[in-house]
């Protein structure tokens, strides 16, 4: 007898349909259909579609999404769009950034999201409030969702003085990770010193900002690189953006992506705000602004794919889904084949856990049972498809029952007493 047991559901290309068993939170066994254990106190019967394990949003902004509604003009480059928020972020209520925080974490785990890194910015304008709210958020929602909280300084460390105090209290309160932005301060070897040192200090990993533009003289990363190879923090290190890697001749550009594989850093690539902000200073042809993701995987480096925002000045679309985002990495980047779906896939599950270096995931026995269940029969069909209908289980748990039909766990009326408890009385999915 299992608490949970999936039958004939599908978890690789292979097609072959297989039976899951949940026990205790934990995936208890995987076996031929048919061939484990019958019996269980809830059963769903996937009638062959796509098991993946819970998919990892890599990076994602909490505190500043769906800002629209105020902004009193849209962004037309990278610096505007810091400058209309950093405006914005004065009247930031802690009551409001909850809530919107909140609704990105509701959409993001209705879609399939079990594991979230997020960027709390962390300045003088803020203070600690975004810290302060997704430090909350981790703890009222663990039941529904693992959330690392990046202590992330957006203004620049130096340009913004009173931040490097503000960062430190933020290691202090329980930030998990400490963030840099090296386009924000103006002596980049000063804002390494001080993240690699903060790193040092607290014992935490790094993720950076880095290289968003077209200039192919920005190259940050490869300083980024150099350093974790000294501070020996392979494997530490993840960096978001890196689009002026894809302005660089291709030589270059790969001996670039070979220090960033012996140094073990992850690149998150963040299409959606890149493909918005960059190549509008090109008056012809025009060039996509994105990380060359295929030469990165060529050259064996870990590459994951982030919403990063949501309906804001850097991007004034989008929703907290990463298969919306995976599509839109697909046309832009001509990873339309089969081979393609199947590697856009591990960016969204396989390679962003390991850029947030999470132990023990994935659909294998003794891992946390956190899944979602399409009735998609393969990775490209799910992508292709972008279907609204999922089901999603965190460690054994289900907390999606039916397509954007979100759960009233999250209701604003209620948020507080219910956020972090257990829904009970859910209904099985069958397909149908």
Not at 166 to 195: K, N, P, S, W
Request: glycine content about 8%; overall charge negative; some cysteine.
């Amino acid at each position: 007898m299992v608490d949970l047991l999936i039958t004939d559901t599908v978890l690789s290309k292979d097609g072959r349909q297989m039976d899951v068993g949940v026990s205790s939170g934990k995936i208890a066994f995987i076996s031929p259909s048919g061939e484990g254990i019958s019996e269980a106190v809830h059963v769903v019967h996937a009638k062959g579609g796509l098991l993946l394990p819970g998919l990892v949003e890599p990076h994602i902004h909490l505190e500043k999404a769906y800002l629209l509604d105020v902004m009193d003009r849209d962004a037309d480059s990278l610096q505007d769009a810091i400058q209309i928020t950093a405006k914005l972020k004065s009247s930031f209520t802690d009551e409001d950034i909850y809530e919107r925080s909140l609704a990105v974490i509701r959409q993001a785990v209705s879609n399939g999201v079990t594991h979230m890194r997020c960027h709390a910015e962390v300045d003088p304008i803020l203070g600690l409030k975004a810290m302060e709210s997704a430090l909350h958020l981790k703890q009222t929602l663990r039941h529904q969702l693992d959330l690392q909280v990046v202590a992330f300084p957006q203004e620049g460390v130096f340009r913004s003085p009173g931040t490097e105090e503000l960062m430190e209290e933020a290691l202090r309160m329980g930030a998990d990770v400490v963030g840099g932005i090296t386009y924000q301060d103006e002596c980049l070897e000063d804002h390494l010193d001080f993240a690699f040192g903060l790193a040092e200090k607290y014992g935490k990993p790094l993720d950076f900002h880095t290289d968003f533009s077209d200039n192919p003289n920005d190259r940050a990363i490869a300083d980024i690189a150099r350093r974790t190879l000294i501070t020996g923090m392979q494997g530490q290190v993840s960096a978001g953006h890196v689009t002026s890697l894809g302005s660089l001749p291709e030589h270059e550009a790969m001996d670039i992506a070979e220090l960033l594989h012996r140094a073990g850093i992850s690149v998150i690539t963040l299409p959606m705000t890149d493909l918005f902000l960059n190549g509008r200073g090109d008056a012809e042809g025009p060039r996509r602004g994105l990380a060359p993701v295929k030469l990165l995987q060529e050259c064996s480096v870990n590459v994951a794919i982030g919403v990063n925002n949501i309906r804001n000045a850097f991007t004034p679309f989008g929703k907290a889904d990463p298969l919306e985002v995976a599509w839109l990495l697909a046309v832009t980047s001509y990873m339309g084949g089969e081979r393609d779906a199947l590697a856009l896939i591990r960016m969204l599950t396989y390679n962003a856990a390991q850029a947030l270096g999470i132990e023990n995931y994935g659909m294998k026995v003794g891992a946390p049972a956190d899944m979602v269940l399409f009735r998609e029969r393969s990775e490209r069909d799910v992508l292709l498809d972008k279907p609204e209908t999922r089901m999603v289980w965190k460690s054994g748990v289900q907390v999606q029952q039916y397509g954007s039909k979100a759960i009233e766990w999250l209701r604003k009326s209620q948020a507080m007493d219910i956020i972090g408890t257990r829904v009970k009385g859910m209904k099985l999915w069958r397909n149908s």
